[in-house]
């Protein structure tokens, strides 16, 4: 056997169902199907659920620990969420619904097997980390606001919102959905979690978006900072960007998402609390020696031009440059949030909407030429 081929085991209560599984294999080539009596370790494990799915759970979790099998794909004659939750926690690889379709079962061995024989550093997607300089500034309308503008203005880009709120998220009710899986549930067992189980449980917006829900709930809040950063490590490798709501919060999981943070856009409004804010936060930054303030933009929210605190005056109290200004529309904002829908379903036309396709635009690098106070400043810095 050479070294890059990968030893299969097939274990399926029907015979008829096994045989089309060796003839699937057969064809995808790089693996050798094992007999049922041979006992050394398998690469990969395809079994069959029967109706006793609790001891099924229980013996597959047995030999993944004891190194009988290195990973499983699992097929089931029923499927629902209850059923594919527990796959992710036991940290199988696929689901196939049946009748198993041989086309998702050829492209999963080959994603198997490329993703086994891969040493090559794969491409990450543009991890985009929005957070509030205090409580109450629109740190969610930009992040969702900015998702949404980001799948507009590209055509064949992809983008997911993570909402990493524990308690309080909130992006589902901005973009009403109900979904049926958060990261909470999902990262507890992120060791051999995948990017497959990560598209079966995301929630597909309208808008071509795909979100991850926070969990919402008490329970949550021992996620561990390296199952964060594993988690969105493997989105940014699904998607071309990755925007995360972080809310206000500087625990350790938010540490640990600034770390990895691509641009950290914190976010304000023009009053004195908030620059104070800024100015703390940057302290904070300073003392924990990251992120660099290279990343950091601030981008200001809910702006008037007349007010009494102008955009250079921030600028100058806080010795840098702020990235964009979205113009106060309170009215439209609020009907937004209040009808579960993004700004561009309520108010395509208006000044805030386009403010927000303009900002995707220059992220995107689409080359429209950004109309803001201060334009020079964000073309330098795209540039």
């Not at 937004?336 to 900002?359: R, V, Y």
Request: net charge positive.
């Amino acid at each position: 056997m050479l070294n890059n081929t990968k030893r299969v085991k097939i274990n399926t209560k029907d015979q008829s169902l096994k045989k089309k599984f060796e003839y699937i294999i057969n064809s995808t080539g790089g693996f050798e199907i094992q007999a049922d009596e041979d006992k050394q370790p398998s690469d990969l494990l395809i079994f069959e659920l029967g109706t006793d799915t609790d001891h099924d759970f229980h013996v597959l979790q047995s030999w993944l620990q004891s190194g009988a099998v290195y990973d499983i794909f699992l097929t089931s004659e029923k499927s629902d969420q209850a059923l594919l939750l527990q796959s992710i926690r036991i940290g199988a690889k696929e689901f196939f619904p049946q009748p198993i379709k041989d086309d998702e079962v050829k492209q999963a061995l080959k994603r198997f097997r490329e993703g086994a024989e891969s040493g090559k550093r794969l491409k990450l997607g543009r991890l985009i980390n929005v957070m509030g300089s205090k409580g109450g500034v629109g740190t969610t309308t930009i992040a969702v606001n900015l998702a949404i503008s980001l799948a507009e203005v590209t055509a064949n880009k992809s983008v997911a919102l993570v909402d990493m709120n524990i308690a309080t998220g909130e992006i589902s009710l901005f973009l009403d959905i109900k979904p049926g899986y958060h990261w909470g549930e999902i990262s507890k067992n992120i060791t051999r979690l995948d990017s497959t189980f990560i598209m079966n449980v995301l929630s597909k917006h309208s808008s071509g978006i795909y979100l991850f829900a926070s969990p919402g709930t008490p329970g949550h809040e021992n996620v561990s900072p390296e199952s964060v950063e594993k988690l969105l490590n493997i989105m940014r490798r699904m998607f071309d960007f990755v925007v995360v709501d972080s809310g206000q919060r500087l625990d350790t999981n938010s540490q640990k998402i600034l770390q990895i943070s691509d641009t950290i856009l914190l976010t304000a409004i023009l009053t004195v609390p908030c620059i104070a804010n800024i100015k703390k936060i940057f302290k904070i930054y300073e003392f924990w020696g990251y992120p660099p303030k290279g990343k950091v933009k601030i981008v200001v929210n809910r702006y008037v031009k007349n007010s009494q605190l102008t955009l250079r005056d921030a600028e100058e109290s806080l010795a840098q440059s702020i990235l964009w200004s979205f113009p106060n529309d309170f009215v439209t904002t609020l009907a937004a949030i209040n009808q579960g829908k993004p700004l561009t379903a309520i108010a395509p036309k208006a000044e805030i909407t386009q403010s927000f396709k303009k900002f995707a635009a220059a992220f995107a690098g689409s080359g429209r030429k950004p109309a803001t106070e201060n334009g020079s400043f964000f073309k330098r810095w795209f540039s």
